[in-house]
Antibody, heavy 125, light 107 residues
Framework: QVLLQESGPGLVRPSETLSLTCTVSGGSIFSSISYYWAWIRQPPGKGLEWIGSLYYSGSTDYKSSLKSRLTISVDTSKTHLSLKLKSVTAADTAVYYC????????????????WGQGTLVTVSS | DIQMTQSPSSLSASEGDRVTITCRAS??????LKWYQQKPGKAPKVLIYDASSLQSGVPSRFRGSGSGTDFTLTISSLQPEDFATYYCQQSYTTPPTFGQGTNLEIK
């Protein structure tokens, strides 16, 4: 059973870079072509927003409005998924989740079947 | 991006009630639709995928239906643990997008 856990600073100053890590245990990020990985955020009291994905191929997709500021990558151990969001503002305050999604072309794909517990990041001076 | 609109935004019901939540997509998404349940302070949990397929371990009182642009999640007999917020999500196109959520409260 795969377990995901997010970690990182809970407070980031405006204009700085938000950096988070998702530790994957019970398997590596590239252990199966059947899955890919995503970061999803949730501003306080609001709904869920997909912000980016990393695929088995190593390629990435980013939310268009964040593309210029966002980088998602994996470390050499293949067990840590990283998120870096530059030049943050108060609008980036949210609980950030990492999630595992099923891959494939059919309608059952892109189901987020495993989630981390989430980490709250507040952008404030 | 495909917009997902849920109704109602909030709903009050009693234990044992049957409730239905609706999700509408801004364009046809076939059955590329999932439903999630989220409790306060917790990560979402998938209930339904492929519009009507029950995720392993999810009670059979949860039922999803629909295709194209209109979808429903029905809970046949509400249990205390079902009071939560529910989200739909489309995966027909990237980016995957979520509905705004339906908060199911105890009456």
């Amino acid at each position: 059973q795969v377990l995901l856990q997010e970690s990182g600073p809970g407070l980031v100053r405006p204009s700085e870079t938000l950096s988070l890590t998702c530790t994957v245990s019970g398997g590596s990020i590239f252990s199966s072509i059947s899955y890919y990985w995503a970061w999803i955020r949730q501003p306080p009291g609001k709904g869920l927003e997909w912000i980016g994905s990393l695929y088995y191929s190593g390629s990435t997709d980013y939310k268009s409005s964040l593309k210029s500021r966002l980088t998602i990558s994996v470390d050499t151990s293949k067990t840590h998924l990283s998120l870096k969001l530059k030049s943050v503002t108060a609008a980036d305050t949210a609980v950030y989740y990492c999630a595992r999604l099923s891959a494939g072309p059919d309608s059952s794909a892109s189901t987020a079947d495993s989630w981390g517990q989430g980490t709250l990041v507040t952008v404030s001076s | 991006d495909i917009q997902m609109t849920q109704s109602p935004s909030s709903l009050s019901a009693s234990e044992g009630d049957r409730v239905t939540i609706t999700c509408r997509a801004s364009q046809s998404i076939s059955t590329y639709l999932k439903w999630y349940q989220q409790k306060p302070g917790k990560a979402p949990k998938v209930l339904i995928y492929d519009a009507s397929s029950l995720q392993s371990g999810v009670p059979s009182r949860f039922r999803g239906s629909g295709s194209g642009t209109d979808f429903t999640l029905t809970i046949s007999s509400l249990q205390p643990e079902d009071f939560a917020t529910y989200y739909c999500q489309q995966s027909y196109t990237t980016p995957p997008t979520f509905g705004q959520g339906t908060n199911l409260e105890i009456k």
